[in-house]
């Protein structure tokens, strides 16, 4: 009886290796993260971007806490709300500005200074190296986000924000973080070139920042549908053109009114068509921006007067508000002659606080933009390679 054994083709790759490179072990990341943290830790600029960092944030912090405070707040508000949002946003600027610093350079730099192929060597799977650059990355970027934390805690307490409210935007910048780290090993992966990638990755974040913005601002322009708008008006009632003179009563109208002031008026109804943006169909374009998705994840403060709604209750807030009514659509009816909410206008705010929030969509849109980084670096990092980029060079 004979046998006969099967040859692979060449080239071929065994099933049961297809998978390997996305192989992960606790040990194997934690090890890359703890060498790649150790020659961070080693650097003396390290210290000092970080007591820079402070410094800056302090300054900032106070200032804004000085002038907010100067020029005071009314009833309806508090200046501490608007400290906090400051600040918090003041502290998502600069974690969008050094994070692709310290993940944009990580893989081609290594592959640069020939540093890489020693870890390919060993008996870590690609995906371990990723993820243990990533993590390391990340937590090099939560160590400003450290820093910052004492002058958010001293905004906060300036203000009415809920306890939630901290704990809240602290997880959500963050995650923020997390996923500036994983686009710029991405793009770090799909280069050879460090400058490259670090442009790629801050040109990245410019489109999630400002571009998406900028261009739902065009398209709110452009993108119309015509409308009919009712407008109630107060028309003031004055004896014979004169200003500051009371008319006759006996004269007056048989629908006019008074005023707390005394001053008598008239409701005057206009009916006009016009051309609205329909912001409720473009409102995504603003979802997948960090500063909204902070802003959306606060909890707003308890303490809110229904007479100003819209006004003053903090920069966080206020965004997540504008945000809401950009999903809702235009109003097409408007009452300046009774201070009081019409039917049209309670319907609308209804319709806004019973829409779910806006940062669980935006943050997944944020997730898969981190996940094809990290994707697209195990898939560069694969042993035996395809084909390498242009200049780069194995060891």
């Given at each position: 009886?004979?046998?006969?054994?099967?040859?692979?083709?060449?080239?071929?790759?065994?099933?049961?290796?297809?998978?390997?490179?996305?192989?992960?072990?606790?040990?194997?990341?934690?090890?890359?993260?703890?060498?790649?943290?150790?020659?961070?830790?080693?650097?003396?600029?390290?210290?000092?971007?970080?007591?820079?960092?402070?410094?800056?944030?302090?300054?900032?912090?106070?200032?804004?806490?000085?002038?907010?405070?100067?020029?005071?707040?009314?009833?309806?508000?508090?200046?501490?709300?608007?400290?906090f949002g400051l600040?918090?946003?003041?502290?998502?600027?600069?974690?969008?500005?050094?994070?692709?610093?310290?993940?944009?350079?990580?893989?081609?730099?290594?592959?640069?200074?020939?540093?890489?192929?020693?870890?390919?060597?060993?008996?870590?799977?690609?995906?371990?190296?990723?993820?243990?650059?990533?993590?390391?990355?990340?937590?090099?970027?939560?160590?400003?986000?450290?820093?910052a934390l004492p002058?958010?805690?001293?905004?906060?307490?300036?203000?009415?924000?809920?306890?939630?409210?901290?704990?809240?935007?602290?997880?959500?910048?963050?995650?923020?973080?997390?996923?500036?780290?994983?686009?710029?090993?991405?793009w770090s992966a799909?280069?050879?070139?460090?400058?490259?990638?670090?442009?790629?990755?801050?040109?990245?974040?410019?489109?999630?920042?400002?571009?998406?913005?900028?261009?739902?601002?065009?398209?709110?322009?452009?993108?119309?549908?015509?409308?009919?708008?009712?407008?109630?008006?107060?028309?003031?009632?004055?004896?014979?053109?004169?200003?500051?003179?009371?008319?006759?009563?006996?004269?007056?109208?048989?629908?006019?009114?008074?005023?707390?002031?005394?001053?008598?008026?008239?409701?005057?109804?206009?009916?006009?068509?016009?051309?609205?943006?329909?912001?409720?169909?473009?409102?995504?374009?603003?979802?997948?921006?960090?500063?909204?998705?902070?802003?959306?994840?606060?909890?707003?403060?308890?303490?809110?007067?229904?007479?100003?709604?819209?006004?003053?209750?903090?920069?966080?807030?206020?965004?997540?508000?504008?945000?809401?009514?950009?999903?809702?659509?235009?109003?097409?009816?408007?009452?300046?002659?009774?201070?009081?909410?019409?039917?049209?206008?309670?319907?609308?705010?209804?319709?806004?606080?019973?829409?779910?929030?806006?940062?669980?969509?935006?943050?997944?849109?944020?997730?898969?933009?981190?996940?094809?980084?990290?994707?697209?670096?195990?898939?560069?990092?694969?042993?035996?390679?395809?084909?390498?980029?242009?200049?780069?060079?194995?060891?």
């Amino acid at each position: 009886m004979t046998t006969t054994s099967q040859t692979p083709a060449p080239g071929a790759v065994p099933s049961a290796s297809r998978w390997e490179p996305w192989r992960v072990s606790l040990s194997g990341v934690r090890l890359v993260a703890e060498l790649e943290l150790r020659q961070r830790v080693r650097s003396t600029k390290w210290k000092w971007a970080l007591a820079s960092v402070a410094v800056l944030i302090g300054g900032v912090t106070f200032l804004v806490w000085g002038a907010t405070h100067a020029l005071g707040s009314d009833s309806s508000g508090a200046p501490g709300d608007l400290v906090f949002g400051l600040v918090v946003f003041f502290v998502l600027f600069l974690g969008l500005v050094v994070s692709p610093t310290l993940s944009a350079t990580s893989i081609n730099g290594d592959v640069r200074d020939g540093t890489m192929a020693p870890l390919q060597a060993t008996a870590l799977s690609a995906a371990d190296i990723v993820l243990g650059k990533l993590l390391a990355s990340w937590a090099a970027s939560l160590a400003f986000l450290v820093v910052a934390l004492p002058f958010i805690v001293i905004a906060y307490f300036d203000g009415r924000m809920p306890a939630l409210a901290m704990l809240t935007v602290m997880a959500v910048l963050a995650l923020e973080l997390l996923v500036v780290c994983a686009i710029g090993l991405g793009w770090s992966a799909l280069t050879a070139r460090t400058p490259a990638s670090a442009v790629l990755t801050y040109t990245t974040v410019a489109v999630l920042v400002a571009v998406l913005p900028i261009l739902f601002g065009l398209l709110s322009v452009t993108f119309t549908e015509e409308v009919e708008v009712t407008y109630s008006s107060r028309e003031y009632i004055y004896y014979e053109g004169d200003y500051f003179e009371e008319p006759d009563p006996d004269d007056l109208p048989a629908d006019a009114q008074q005023d707390a002031g005394g001053s008598y008026f008239v409701c005057r109804d206009y009916t006009y068509t016009e051309n609205r943006p329909r912001t409720d169909r473009l409102w995504w374009l603003l979802a997948v921006n960090p500063y909204v998705i902070v802003a959306d994840s606060a909890p707003s403060p308890a303490t809110l007067d229904d007479n100003y709604y819209y006004g003053d209750e903090g920069i966080l807030s206020g965004l997540k508000q504008a945000v809401r009514e950009a999903r809702v659509g235009p109003t097409a009816s408007y009452d300046e002659c009774d201070y009081e909410l019409t039917y049209e206008e309670e319907q609308r705010r209804a319709r806004i606080d019973a829409l779910p929030p806006v940062w669980p969509w935006g943050l997944a849109a944020q997730a898969l933009l981190a996940a094809g980084g990290v994707a697209l670096g195990v898939r560069r990092l694969s042993v035996p390679y395809g084909k390498l980029p242009t200049g780069s060079r194995v060891a």
